[in-house]
């Protein structure tokens, strides 16, 4: 069965950085795409950083040049580096993984529990 779960929230003052986790178990036969997310209380979900399997990046406009998104293949996990960290960021961080159980077919969604990241002022 796979399992996702994300580490590393934590609460941490504005200016500070965090390292987030996204650990993917199970029998798997390759990761196609990361994608975090987050969601703020009383907020729509958000998506901040994407990787595929080639290294190809995308960040969202409000974190580029802070947060850098990166992976090692050889252990199925991917990391959120979030540096310069202000209030705004403040959310819960989920991490989507599409994920190939066999050589060929298509990849599928998994969805990991969260990671609260509270910035305080």
């Known amino acids: 069965q796979v399992q996702v779960v994300e580490s590393g929230g934590g609460l941490v003052q504005a200016g500070g950085s965090l390292r987030l986790s996204c650990a993917v178990s199970?029998?798997?036969?390759?990761?196609?795409?990361m994608t975090w997310y987050r969601q703020a209380p009383g907020k729509q979900r958000e998506l901040v950083a994407a990787i595929d399997s080639g290294g190809a990046t995308n960040l969202a406009d409000s974190v580029k040049g802070r947060f850098t998104i990166s992976s090692d293949n050889a252990k199925n996990t991917g990391y959120l580096q979030m540096n310069s960290l202000k209030s705004e960021d403040t959310a819960v961080y989920y991490c989507n993984t599409h994920v190939r159980l066999l050589s060929f077919g298509a990849a599928f969604p998994y969805w990991g529990q969260g990671t609260q990241v509270t910035v305080s002022s």
């Open positions: 199970g029998t798997i036969f390759s990761i196609d795409a």
